[in-house]
Nanobody
Framework: QAQLVESGGGSVQAGGSLRLSCAAP?????????VGWFRQAPGKEREGVAV????????YYADSAKGRFTVSQDNGKNTVFLQMNNLQPEDTGMYYC?????????????????WGQGTQVTVSS
C-alpha cells in the first residue's frame, strides 16, 4: 500500500513552532476516514497526538497538545498539517502520520493502515 510522507521536523528552542506536513503520493486522503498524528519519544510508547476526520470538520487532540497544536487538511494539495506552537522539551520525539478507514479509536495504531516513516522533532530548553 502507498505510504505517507512526513516533513517539517527539526530542532527548535522551547517556545518555538514547527509545521509538520503529511503527504500521500499515490493515494488520496478522501479514501480515508481519519488522519492521525502520533509521536514516540525515546524509551516511551507511541502516543496519539491529534486526528483530523477527513470528511468532517472534527479534530481531536491529546491533552498535552490542546491549545498548542492544530491539525488541518488541504484537499487541493492532498496534505494534512500539524501546526505546533509553544513547543516544549517534552514534545521531543519522532512524529508519524497515519491514515485509516475507521472513524473511531483514533488513538490506537491498529485503527490505521497507512503510515509514514516519521520526521524528528527536537525541542531544547
Amino acid at each position: 500500500q502507498a505510504q505517507l510522507v512526513e516533513s517539517g521536523g527539526g530542532s527548535v528552542q522551547a517556545g518555538g513552532s514547527l509545521r509538520l506536513s503529511c503527504a500521500a503520493p499515490g493515494y488520496t486522503f478522501i479514501s480515508s476516514c481519519m488522519v492521525g498524528w502520533f509521536r514516540q519519544a525515546p524509551g516511551k510508547e507511541r502516543e496519539g497526538v491529534a486526528v483530523k476526520y477527513i470528511h468532517f470538520s472534527d479534530t481531536y487532540y491529546a491533552d498535552s497538545a490542546k491549545g498548542r497544536f492544530t491539525v488541518s487538511q488541504d484537499n487541493g494539495k492532498n496534505t494534512v498539517f500539524l501546526q505546533m506552537n509553544n513547543l516544549q522539551p517534552e514534545d521531543t520525539g519522532m512524529y508519524y502520520c497515519a491514515a485509516g478507514p475507521r472513524c473511531d479509536m483514533w488513538r490506537k495504531g491498529d485503527s490505521y493502515n497507512r503510515w509514514g516513516q516519521g520526521t524528528q522533532v527536537t525541542v531544547s530548553s
